[in-house]
């Protein structure tokens, strides 16, 4: 079993910052694939960003391309989300999850981000 706890999101103007953390627990997360996902009120969870086991491989949504930049310290087993210039259409609550196959098996509670115009 693997436990993910998500941390630092908050309130911030548009075009501030933010960096969300996820603490990975219960097994080693060396192997997994880790994905941040977002969910706005009244929307689908969609997925942010994800990066390989080892760090080489990184994918990001077209709305965030340029803005956003995913990182892990397995040393660390965190996860990190470096949020930029963010707008108001940012706003969601925002999960950490972690994948062996192709099925994201594991989620975190969520952390919510609110940016004000």
């Known amino acids: 079993q693997v436990q993910l706890v998500e941390s630092g999101g908050g309130l911030v103007q548009a075009g501030g910052s933010l960096r969300l953390s996820c603490a990975v627990s219960g097994r080693p997360q060396n192997n997994y694939t880790m994905g941040w996902f977002r969910q706005a009120p009244g929307k689908e969870r969609v997925i942010v960003a994800s990066?390989?086991?080892?760090?080489?491989?990184?994918t990001y949504a077209d709305s965030v391309k340029g803005r956003f930049t995913i990182s892990r310290d397995n040393a660390r087993n965190t996860v990190y989300l470096q949020m930029n210039s963010l707008k108001p259409e940012d706003t969601a609550v925002y999960y950490c999850?972690?994948?062996?196959?192709?099925?994201?098996?594991?989620w975190g509670q969520g952390t919510q981000v609110t940016v004000s115009s």
């Open positions: 999850a972690a994948r062996l196959s192709w099925i994201y098996e594991y």
């Open positions: 990066i390989s086991w080892n760090g080489g491989s990184t």
